[in-house]
T-cell receptor, first 108, second 114 residues
Framework: DAKTTQPTSMDCAEGRAANLPCNHS???????VYWYRQIHSQGPQYIIH???NNETNEMASLIITEDRKSSTLILPHATLRDTAVYYC?????????FGTGTSLTVIP | NAGVMQNPRHLVRRRGQEARLRCSPM?????VYWYRQLPEEGLKFMVY????????ESGMPKERFSAEFPKEGPSILRIQQVVRGDSAAYFC????????????FGSGTRLTVV
């Protein structure tokens, strides 16, 4: 099971891009990278996932390095409502392994 | 299209009582997952069920905890003889299938054991 490493916390100015890094150096070839976020004590919210190509949706972009050992989640224009804990997850079979994530604070 | 519904949102139990947590998956989803989140920690996998079958219970404590997902009705996570250490947020998620798809999580049940 691949482990992920994320910074404990980050700040971002409102309106600027938030770039959240994640290391997953032991990822296997068929394992996807998922990003979820948890706002306050709510249930985790799906953001985006990818295998090896960069992905973009209405919420964010996911950039995965060519060797797949790291990725970056990009929130293009952070708002105050994006303040949350962001989890980078490498899926293993039937379950997600959530670490402690990155606590992102968007500053006015 | 309602999301994953969990109830109750908050549950208070005295030590030694039983706690029953319910989860109704999204319409069309036949895979249910339970996770537990202790204060200031990430979510920890407990169990994965399909209709009437437990597929993976590697994260379930060996005693007092059980889960089911009957043919009709919601999935139930049952904790017998609760102790203070069981106080946590319990989240349920569902998916339409396995593979590369993500889960949809419910809002959780916050269990407090007094």
């Amino acid at each position: 099971d691949a482990k992920t490493t994320q910074p404990t916390s980050m700040d971002c100015a409102e309106g600027r891009a938030a770039n959240l890094p994640c290391n997953h150096s032991t990822i296997s070839g068929n394992e996807y990278v998922y990003w979820y976020r948890q706002i306050h004590s709510q249930g985790p919210q799906y953001i985006i996932h990818g295998l090896k190509n960069n992905e973009t949706n209405e919420m964010a972009s996911l950039i995965i390095t060519e060797d797949r050992k790291s990725s970056t989640l990009i929130l293009p224009h952070a708002t105050l409502r994006d303040t949350a804990v962001y989890y980078c997850i490498v899926r293993a079979l039937n379950q997600f392994y959530f670490g402690t994530g990155t606590s992102l604070t968007v500053i006015p | 299209n309602a999301g994953v519904m969990q109830n109750p949102r908050h549950l208070v139990r005295r030590r030694g009582q039983e706690a029953r947590l319910r989860c109704s998956p999204m319409k069309g989803h036949s895979h249910v997952y339970w996770y537990r989140q202790l204060p200031e920690e990430g979510l920890k996998f407990m169990v994965y069920l399909q209709k009437e079958n437990i597929i993976d219970e590697s994260g379930m404590p060996k005693e007092r905890f059980s889960a089911e997902f009957p043919k009709e009705g919601p999935s139930i996570l049952r904790i017998q003889q609760v102790v203070r250490g069981d106080s946590a947020a319990y989240f349920c998620a569902s998916s339409v299938t396995t593979g590369a798809y993500g889960y949809t999580f419910g809002s959780g049940t916050r269990l407090t054991v007094v």
